[in-house]
Nanobody
């Protein structure tokens, strides 16, 4: 059974950093689109990053460009979102999503597999 599990959220001060982890079970990351989404309370999920299969490059969306980075360990089936210079914001859920042999999409509906999410808050 394919399963995604996120970890690494928490409370961080503005300007600080967090690293989120996404552990994938029964999934070859080499064949899989991994995207990261953020969801504030009462709002829809917004994509922040997507790593393509074709060339392994990552697309970043919105204000995270230049501040966030992704990495992955294919052998361990782990994906990471490195969030730097975090801006003040309320609590939000962060999710990794996967689509086997898919393409990057900003729409959460295009992803078949989701983790349970991890909470992060940037506040002083």
């Amino acid at each position: 059974q394919l399963r995604l599990v996120e970890s690494g959220g928490g409370l961080v001060q503005p300007g600080g950093s967090l690293v989120l982890s996404c552990s994938a079970s029964n999934l070859r990351l080499q064949d899989t689109i991994i995207s990261w989404f953020r969801q504030a309370p009462g709002k829809g999920r917004e994509v922040v990053a997507c790593t393509r299969i074709t060339d392994g490059r990552t697309d970043y969306y919105g204000s995270v460009k230049g501040r966030f980075a992704t990495s992955r360990d294919n052998a361990q089936s782990m994906a990471y979102l490195h969030m730097n210079n975090l801006k003040p914001e309320g609590p939000a859920g962060h999710y990794c999503a996967a689509e086997v042999y898919g393409s990057c999409s900003e729409s959460s509906e295009e992803y078949e597999f989701w983790g349970q999410g991890t909470q992060g808050t940037v506040s002083s």
